[in-house]
C-alpha cells in the first residue's frame, strides 16, 4: 500500500508564437473547458500578417517576372553570338549567366518570404497541441500578446499518472517494468480524502524512476490511468488532477510462511 497525487502527464503553459492583439477567444478555453487536438483556442488580429502576405506575393510575382526576362535575355545573346559568326564559345558573362543566377535566387528568396508571410498568417491562431483540459486563462479580448506572453495553462486528458513511493522492503516481493518492455503492473487506486467513497480506478505502473530518493531512500514508480475524466469510457468517476489517491499492488506470494496474531506476541522481538 502507498500514496500519491494525481497528475497530468503533460502540462503546458500555452504562449502564442507571433505578437498581436486578441480579436477571438473560443468557449473551449475557458477554465475547466476540454478541447481537442487542434481546436482554435484563441486568435489574434491578421490585418498585419495578411497585409505583409499580400507584399510578399508581390515580390514574388515581380521577382518571376525579372527572372523570366533574364532568360529570354539569356537565349537572345546565345542567338546573337551565333549569328555573329564567333567561332570560339561564348563567355558565361555574353550569355548572362550571373544576371540569370541572381534573378534565380531572388526568385527562391521571394518564395522562401511567401511561406515565411504564410506561416505568421497561420499562427495568429492558436491552436490546441493535444486532447486537454483548461487549467486557468490569463488572457481576455483586446489584450495585446507576444511570444513568451503566456495566455493561459492546459494539461492533457488522454491519460493521467500518479508518482507512489516503495520502500526497499517492498521493492523484494513486487516485479517492477525497469525496461520499455516490461510488463506493466495493474495497481488499484482509491480517494485518499473520503475514505468512505467505494469508487476504485484500475492502473498500470508502467516506470519506474531511476534513482532512490536520498532522503527517504525509497524508490518512486509511475501509475498510469487511461481516460481519467471518463470521455471516451465508462469511468466510474473523474479522476481529478491533484487530488490525493491511496494505492494497493499486488506482490508476490511469500511461501512457507504462517500469519501469527499480533496479540500473541509478548515483546517486540
Known sequence: ?????????????????????????????????????????????????????????ARLARSEAAFAQEDARAKQALLDWEDLGYT???????????????????????EAELLSAQDYLKRAQVLAPYDGRVRERSVGLGQSVSPGTTIGEIFSTSFAEVRLSLSTRDLVHVDLPDNPDDLAVPVTLT?????????????MIVRTEGSLDEKSRKLFVIARVDDPFGLNS???APLRVGQPIRATLKGEPIKNVFV??????????
Open 191 to 203: 480517494d485518499a480524502l473520503a475514505t468512505e467513497n467505494p469508487t476504485t480506478w484500475r492502473g
Open 260 to 269: 501469527i496474531p499480533r496479540e500473541t506476541l509478548r515483546r517486540p522481538n
Open 88 to 110: 570560339e564559345p561564348p563567355t558565361e558573362l555574353v550569355l548572362r549567366k550571373p544576371q540569370l543566377k541572381e534573378a534565380a535566387a531572388n526568385v527562391k528568396a521571394a
Open 1 to 57: 500500500s502507498t500514496q500519491g497525487i494525481v497528475r497530468p502527464h503533460n502540462e503546458t503553459a500555452l504562449t502564442p508564437r507571433v505578437s498581436g492583439r486578441v480579436i477571438k477567444i473560443s468557449p473551449k478555453f475557458e477554465s475547466g473547458s476540454f478541447f481537442e487536438e487542434g481546436d482554435i483556442l484563441l486568435e489574434l488580429d491578421p490585418s498585419d500578417f495578411l497585409a505583409a502576405l499580400s507584399a510578399a506575393e
Open 234 to 236: 465508462e469511468t466510474p
